[in-house]
């Protein structure tokens, strides 16, 4: 192994040293200490990326690709997952839940380097089982049942995405991304079963039904985990395939968007008749999912970089917005909003700057990240699709007006209490992210022409 190989895989050596050290201090009772070293190995992890961000690419080979997109991956993964490990001191009370966190980072990075079907199942089974253990901890009804779904479903939807790579295997005999160049009927049923298993990571329709569960019964921290960490290692993977792979068409790109107007319709329908914040979100990012789903369906050249500035443009709005859901205690509705600017100023203006953010309105980075998504619709004359994005956007504009106005009137039903730093300083920063990606988006768009292809 050369020096710069070892380099391209330290990240992930760091991360695992992280989850074992966290582990280990468990049995000490030593929380603090494991939340520390889970934080200071994310940390590690992502200067260690960041250091070498213009360096050429190692040769690694197809197992771990270290190139410029899985870079931008793993920086993004470890800064989501620092914001996750934020609020997860008081809102899981599961000494194991830091060694998770990390575990989960841990193959959300793994899917972010992959360029062959050996590292895509690792990564997922790792994203999958960390996860189930993180919904069901409260041992709760409902975080158990959540956990359920998740694990049955998982187990049906690895199953099909290993059958499918069997049978792409079987057309092409390469594993790797690069060498999946069939046509024939083997690898059309296989790449309509690989999007099955992709489509349930991603929680695409009809593959979604766990999202809500999750989202309402699991701690926001573990939220963030499955709506923001595994989401942006499976865009990734995605992109990488749309890329590099070169499978059977229409099977593909037409079975990808089916998805993702599938998605947007039935996510933005179910969550106009939520009340509850977290399963409100749960929804919320189905349709999310749908529209980069059909970003990376469109086949545009500008669609990588579209994709990689929604990431960059979602991960603080759904951060700001589950990191308040956390501080107001398990499962907030819409009255436990009212008057909340009142008590607690900066998470109502966390909140509304989120649902402002997500709905795709000016001023704020999804703002700038739904027009990308019409220009590459626009591009590829996708009238059809273009027809249900509006649509779909305009009845999200509805439920996110109810959670952006609710903070800002009535009377707040609690007392206000002391922000910790850690959750007051995350709030302010994913603030000042949503609004520097709306107002100054250069910033990011500068940086992805370098990234994408």
């Known amino acids: 192994m ?43 992890a992502g200067a260690l990326v960041l250091v070498r961000i213009g360096a050429p690419a190692a040769p690694t080979g197809a197992l771990f690709t270290d190139d410029a997109i899985a870079r931008f991956g793993i920086v993004y993964i470890c800064l989501a997952s620092l914001g996750a490990l934020v609020f997860l001191r008081t809102g899981h009370p599961a000494k194991e839940a830091p060694s998770l966190l990390v575990l989960v980072a841990i193959g959300a990075v793994t899917l972010a380097g992959a360029g062959h079907a050996a590292t895509l199942f ?9 996860l189930i253990a993180l919904f069901a901890y409260r041992l709760s009804r409902q975080g158990l049942e959540a956990a359920y779904k998740f694990l049955v479903m998982s187990g049906l939807a690895s199953s099909a995405l290993l059958l499918g790579v069997a049978l792409i295997y079987a057309e092409t005999g390469a594993l790797d991304f ?31 039904m766990w999202t809500p569960d999750a989202f309402e019964a699991s701690p926001a921290s573990a939220a963030v985990l499955a709506g923001v960490v595994s989401k942006a290692a499976m865009t990734i993977v995605i992109l990488r395939l749309v890329l590099t792979a070169h499978l059977p068409e229409p099977v593909w790109s037409s079975g990808l968007a089916a998805l993702g107007a599938a998605s947007v319709i039935v996510g933005n ?61 398990h499962a907030p509705t819409l009255p436990d909003l009212h008057g909340l600017v009142k008590r607690r100023p900066l998470q109502a203006i966390a909140l509304s700057l989120s649902m402002l953010s997500l709905a795709g309105l000016p001023v704020a980075g999804g703002f700038i990240a739904k027009l990308y998504l019409l220009r590459v619709l626009v591009d590829g004359g996708l009238w059809t699709l273009l027809a249900i994005v509006v649509a779909g956007s305009s009845l999200g504009f509805f439920y996110y007006a109810r959670f952006f106005t609710a903070p800002l009137v009535g009377k707040c039903p609690q007392e206000a ?8 300083g995350l709030l302010v920063i994913c603030c000042a992210l949503i609004l520097l990606f709306g107002v100054a988006p250069m910033m990011l768009i500068g940086l992805l022409p370098g990234i994408t292809p």
Do not use: N
């Open 178 to 208: 690069a060498g999946w160049t069939g046509h024939g009927a083997l690898a059309a049923l296989g790449t309509a079963l690989l999007l099955a298993g992709l489509g349930f990571k991603f929680s695409l329709v009809p593959f979604h």
């Open 269 to 329: 329908l179910l969550a106009l008749r939520q009340k509850q914040l977290q399963r409100m979100l749960g929804y919320s990012t189905i349709a999310h999912s749908g529209y980069v789903a059909l970003i990376l369906a469109s086949g545009q050249p500008l669609a990588g970089e579209a994709a990689l500035f929604y990431l960059g443009a979602y991960a603080p709005a759904m951060l700001a917005a589950l990191c308040v859901a956390g501080l107001l205690g």
């Open 122 to 130: 690792l990564g997922i089974e790792i994203v999958s089982l960390s």
């Open 417 to 424: 209490e002391p922000l910790p730093a850690l959750d007051r």
């Open 2 to 44: 050369t020096a710069a190989q070892f380099a391209a895989l330290l990240p992930l050596i760091v991360l695992a040293v992280a989850a074992i050290a966290a582990m280990m201090l468990v049995p000490l009772a030593r929380i603090e200490a494991a939340q520390a070293a889970a934080a200071a190995g994310l940390a590690a």
